[in-house]
């Protein structure tokens, strides 16, 4: 049985907690019900709860702050059973003006019995909420009677012109006939005797040219009673007999302590005007034992301004990053290899090992050529060996090894790139059936994901073979170049590649890069292997029959094999071939031996140029007759920069032909610079300059070629299944370790 690492299930179920409420926030801006212009709706609730004349009674809050926790839970409760008529904030309802903001506090009121009125406010007004609370309730200052009283509110964040506000305000109250007048306004127009925390000017009324005005108008007026918001405590002052109240306490910030604590506040009209007000204080966090920890509790709390889902969305990101930080600094990590792991008891026996690729013979191509020779490798040395690849309808009519999977879709002028059925259940059942030690993916997405996915449900190594450089295939994605090239690629096979047990890469350039893309899995450097021996067989009278009958007399031949794609830079040879021919003497014939989608478009271009006595696209040719095909020439030219490896360059080293080709990855390990061959960057003239050197210098190329072919002898297909199969064995030998740590 495997444990689990806790840590990292805690880190995943935070952030599925992350994602799951910034996915209901989503939902609250784009899918909740719309609502709009509620406080029309609330007055006329309000007028049939408080007809002319008649007394009211209601409850004043304020910084309710989208409070679940507080608001919701304790207060709405305890109003609906207070017998008030209706509910007034005095600012900050919400804890900002964002849209899901809004619609969570559309939430919270849905659960009052009373109608209710909101003070536009600092709160309401931040991240555009203007126009969000214009659109939701309504106007940012406006007056309403009910009963015998009316009832003011102002905009206090500067939206509203200040001036503009105190002309409305006096020509109301010339005309108004209500018994008595109470006002609200966001922002406390009086500093409270006790200064509230952390306090400054901006969290009173602004400018000061306001202030006064209205603290003037007040006084003329003879206004009962003013409400405001915005500092967390209560606060109560006569000035002129105005009583100034600033409510703060309905589940945002508060101390918990004598200034600072949750409350809301009983107002009562009688039908003569007489106004009186009781200030309720809720006992939230009184516990004689637990206060302090409780009032430190509801401060951290009320911080945040949150309900529950905000305060679980703050903690599980803070939760994640604590965690990821510990890994990052408080687990070891050793980087280097294992050297007491002991694979022997798996290089002594035979091995079961299952192959899964998106394409395999007889597609003609590196990967199935690879492959097979892998197969044939292992096979030799005592191994058992099943393929998964796809169906291809001029596949042999018996295979004993391979598992053939039907197409979902097939792509390609020839229909030679099958995307193959992979939720066929008798494809698990195979593999299952053939209990494989090992599990070697060739391809990081597709049907190398399907073996991903078996090697993890068999709890088997998975090995990465990276052959192929994805970057360079963006023409072939139906998405934008660039980002293919630059990120989804490279985000893909860094992500395929640290799933696995195991990576091989064939050079150690192409090492380099997975490191730098972030894959961290072991990784094992094992060029391809060759059939060396093959090429050395080929007969003489073969080779001079080939040559009659392609019509070659005295040419030197340059030989090339490639899939005739974008990604391997067919018209940058075929462009330097027609500078070559006119900047050189020797007759020579390039044989560009392979097929694919661009044949056609390639055929006109040497058409255009007149090079058909130069140039020849010979087509595909069967992997068994390559060897011969490679020793009709006398240099090997290639210009692909999507190479990992360049097997063809090793085949044509084989058969002692010195190389020409373009830096990349794939050939810088390869190619010796002035050993066996040369490379140069993708720039013509450096590039034809080597090729007539070896064009025209019969002692040099003599010299490379025998070179060429020592430096091929390394790369035999023996050697190659040897070491796959040390890489295989390390990987079991690893992950037995393990099981054995973890149980």
């Known amino acids: 049985m495997i444990r689990r690492n806790p840590l990292k299930l805690l880190f995943y179920l935070c952030l599925a907690i992350v994602v799951a409420l910034v996915g209901y926030k989503v939902y609250l801006n784009f899918f909740k ?21 008649s007394g009211i009674r209601f409850a004043v809050v304020g910084n309710i702050n989208n409070s679940v926790g507080i608001f919701e839970r304790r207060f709405i409760p305890t109003l609906n059973q207070a017998g008030v008529d209706f509910l007034v904030s005095s600012g900050n309802a919400v804890s900002g003006g964002g849209e899901d903001k809004y619609r969570a506090l559309y939430g919270t009121l849905s659960h009052l019995d009373i109608p209710y009125l909101l003070t536009f406010g600092p709160h309401e007004y931040e991240n555009f909420g203007s126009f969000r609370f214009y659109d939701h309730f309504g106007p940012h200052f406006y007056s309403v ?6 009832l003011i509110f102002l905009d206090s964040t500067g939206k509203t012109p200040w001036r503009w506000q105190i002309r409305w305000l006096r020509d109301l109250l010339a005309h108004d006939t209500s018994n008595a007048h109470i006002l609200f306004i966001g922002h406390p127009l009086l500093q409270p005797e006790t200064p509230a925390l952390f306090d400054d000017e901006d969290d009173y009324l602004q400018p000061p040219a306001f202030r006064e005005e209205l603290l003037q108008l007040i006084r003329e007026q003879g206004i009962d009673l003013v409400f405001s918001a915005n500092l967390s405590l209560f606060d109560e002052q006569v000035v002129d007999g105005t009583p100034y109240i600033t409510t703060g306490g309905a589940g945002g910030l508060v101390l918990n302590t004598e200034d600072s604590f949750y409350h809301y506040v009983d107002v009562r009209v009688s039908p003569d005007g007489d106004v009186s007000y009781q200030m309720e204080r809720l006992e939230v966090g009184q516990h004689p034992v637990w206060k302090r920890l409780e009032s430190l509790w509801f401060f951290v709390y009320s911080l945040f301004y949150t309900g529950y889902l905000n305060f679980i969305l703050i903690v599980s990101v803070f939760v994640a990053l604590t965690i990821k930080l510990y890994q990052i600094i408080f687990i070891g990590k050793d980087y280097y290899p294992d050297y007491d792991l002991d694979p022997t008891p798996w290089l002594e026996k035979p091995l079961r090992v299952t192959m899964f690729t998106n394409n395999y013979l007889p597609f003609i191509g590196g990967v199935p050529i690879s492959i097979e020779r892998l197969r044939r490798g292992l096979e030799h040395l005592g191994d058992s060996t099943q393929i998964v690849a796809p169906r291809y309808r001029d596949q042999p009519s018996h295979e004993d090894a391979v598992v053939r999977v039907p197409s979902l879709l097939a792509m390609g002028e020839k229909r030679e790139f099958r995307l193959a059925n992979i939720f066929l259940a008798r494809i698990r059942k195979q593999v299952r059936a053939f209990r494989p030690d090992v599990i070697h993916l060739h391809h990081p997405f597709w049907l190398g994901s399907l073996g991903l996915f078996m090697a993890r449900q068999l709890r088997i190594p998975a090995i990465y073979t990276y052959h192929t450089r994805l970057e360079h295939y963006a023409h072939f994605v139906p998405l934008p170049g660039m980002l293919f090239r630059n990120l989804i690629s490279h985000a893909l096979i860094k992500r395929f590649a640290n799933r696995c047990d195991g990576v091989i890469v064939p050079t150690y350039s192409t090492e380099e890069y997975l490191r730098m893309i972030g894959v961290t899995t072991p990784t094992f450097v094992q060029p391809t292997g060759i059939e060396y021996e093959r090429f050395q067989a080929v007969k003489p009278a073969d080779v001079e029959a080939l040559r009659k009958k392609l019509g070659l007399s005295n040419e030197k031949v340059f030989i090339s094999v490639a899939r005739l794609s974008n990604e391997k830079n067919i018209d940058f040879m075929i462009e330097a071939i027609d500078r070559l021919r006119q900047e050189s003497d020797v007759p020579f014939r390039f044989l560009m031996i392979g097929d694919g989608h661009q ?20 087509g595909a040719v069967q992997p068994e007759e390559m060897a011969l095909w490679y020793n009709l020439g006398d240099a090997f030219l290639f210009a692909s920069k999507s190479e990992t490896q360049g097997m063809v360059i090793l085949e044509a080293m084989s058969a002692g032909l010195p190389v020409v080709a373009v830096r990349s990855s794939g050939i810088e390990d390869v190619v010796r610079d002035g050993l066996n061959g040369y490379k140069t960057p993708e720039n013509q003239a450096r ?14 190329r003599s010299e490379l070629s025998d070179k060429a072919r020592a430096f091929a002898e390394d790369y ?28």
Do not use: C, M
């Open 33 to 53: 019900q719309d609502f709009e212009a509620l406080h029309s709706e609330q007055v006329e609730r309000i007028h049939q709860r408080t007809p002319p004349g």
């Open 687 to 700: 590039w034809i300059e080597k090729a007539q050197r070896l064009l025209e210098d019969d002692k040099l």
């Open 716 to 743: 035999s297909i023996e050697q190659f299944a040897r070491d796959v199969r040390g890489i295989y064995a390390t990987s079991l030998a690893a992950r037995e370790k393990r099981n054995k740590t973890s149980s």
């Open 145 to 150: 009677r009910a009963g015998n009283t009316r």
């Open 599 to 618: 044949r056609d478009r390639l055929q006109k271009k040497i058409d255009s140029l007149e090079l058909g006595s130069h140039f020849t696209l010979v």
